[in-house]
């Protein structure tokens, strides 16, 4: 996957998101419940395509760190889609303990 292409779902996630919490808003329900709840896959492709620290490791422990990491950043309200990227792809170890 391409830096463009990474930072083009990196987008379309956050656009995701916003949509989820309108329909919280709207409906007490999200994407995730229900028919719809495909779109999150996206988490999984990313998280695939991130570096090896973000993926998981067979572990239980070590794959629910893992994951927060992850979600932290893409999550992120006050980083840009090309910070996601950088860090996301980044083999240097991270040490803002998730203040992004």
Do not use: H
């Not at 990313?46 to 999550?75: C, H, V, W």
């Not at 990227?85 to 203040?99: A, I, Q, V």
Request: glycine share 4%.
């Amino acid at each position: 996957m391409t830096k463009d292409e990474f930072i083009t779902l990196i987008k379309i996630a956050e656009a995701i998101m916003k949509i989820d919490q309108a329909c919280r808003s709207l409906t007490n329900f999200g994407l995730d419940e229900g028919q719809c709840n495909d779109v999150f896959l996206l988490w999984t492709l990313l998280q695939d395509n991130s570096a090896p620290k973000y993926r998981m490791e067979g572990n239980t422990e070590l794959e629910m760190q893992s994951y927060r990491a992850f979600s932290q950043i893409l999550e992120s309200t006050t980083l840009t889609p090309e910070e996601k990227y950088s860090l996301l792809t980044s083999d240097e170890r991270d040490d803002t303990n998730g203040k992004q």
